[in-house]
């Protein structure tokens, strides 16, 4: 597909545009001819990357912002709309994960998870509406197949994924008429720094991966089938035939799938599940 025709002069905010996915999507959208703007926590590391995502460096925009925190969030949008006067599409993709069950976990944890996952969506989205309503625009929350069936270690980022979902799909059916595009992405297993940071049950990042990341799809990839989503102006999109499976499984055979879920979390190396 032709992305150039669906995001040319089209501002577009991606959260979490440092590294994986996020980047990606950033990369995609400056050459597709939008101006892109970048945010996440490591200003330098996205102002190093920008050449990358646009040769013209009037056309990115590079933002620190921590999505936990309101005040960011609200910044984030406003130095946009000073520098490109309005909002196109908000890709609320800034995420952490985590790997304790929770008889171990540390409340904090869970806190933390909901606190960027889901307040970071929420914050971002609250701020950028009013320009997005103006330009008839799209939101996008990249949640997870976690989002939809949960996993085993994984409680906070279950629930936060679910809670954006949940909020995301109620914002689409408030603003059904108002031409506003609400779009519920969900990667399946996708090569990215997210295990490495994931955090333990003390909070601390786990600083590996379980996972072969060279047998994942490419973050390059997801983020095409995000592009391509939005340039159907989707609702939903669920990547990778194992992630369809199982959130089809889900709802039709639930007592086998968390069964079968637990056997294939359980054989990752030093699961905490066994
Ligand atoms: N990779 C997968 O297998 C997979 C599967 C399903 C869903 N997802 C989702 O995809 C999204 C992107 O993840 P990824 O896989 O690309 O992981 P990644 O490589 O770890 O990227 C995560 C991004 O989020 C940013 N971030 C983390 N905490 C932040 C905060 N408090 N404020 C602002 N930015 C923050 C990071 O930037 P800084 O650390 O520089 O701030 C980074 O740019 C996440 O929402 C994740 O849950 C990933």
Redesign the pocket.
């Known amino acids: 597909m032709d992305f150039r025709r669906h995001f040319s002069g089209k501002v577009i905010i991606v ?9 990606a999507a950033a990369k995609l959208f400056g050459a597709a001819g939008a101006r892109v703007v970048m ?4 200003l330098e ?1 996205m102002q190093a990357l920008s050449r990358e995502v646009s040769p013209s460096p009037e056309n990115v925009l590079c933002v620190r ?4 925190i309101e005040a960011d969030c609200r910044r984030l949008i406003e130095e946009t709309v000073a520098r490109f006067g309005r909002i196109d599409i908000l890709v609320n ?5 985590m790997r304790a069950t929770i008889r171990d976990l540390d409340l904090s944890v869970l806190r933390r998870l909901m606190d ?2 889901y307040w ?1 969506t929420v914050y971002c989205t609250k701020y950028a509406l009013p320009y997005l309503l103006e330009s008839r625009g799209q939101v996008v929350g ?4 976690a989002g939809y069936a949960a996993l085993p270690a994984r409680s906070g980022y279950s629930a936060s ?1 679910h809670a954006v979902r949940g909020f995301l799909d109620a914002l689409r059916m408030e603003h059904l008429r108002d031409g506003l595009g609400v779009l519920v992405f ?9 295990r490495n ?1 994931a955090l333990l049950a003390d909070g601390t990042p786990q600083g590996e991966t379980p996972l072969d990341e060279n047998r ?1 799809m490419s ?1 390059e990839k997801c983020a095409s089938y995000l592009a391509l989503a939005l340039a159907r102006r989707r609702s939903e999109m669920i990547l990778t035939p194992l992630g369809k499976a199982t959130v089809a499984f889900h709802h039709v055979l639930p007592r086998l799938t968390d069964r079968l879920t637990c056997r294939f979390i359980a054989r990752e190396k030093d699961s905490p599940v066994k």
Request: proline share 2%; with cysteine; hydrophobic share 40%.
């Open positions: 959260t979490g545009a440092s590294s994986g996915i996020g980047l945010a996440s926590r490591s590391k912002c921590d999505v936990s993709n800034a995420g952490v994960s960027v996952n970071g990249v949640v997870s197949v994924k969900a990667p399946g297993y996708t090569a990215s720094n997210v940071a994942l973050a």
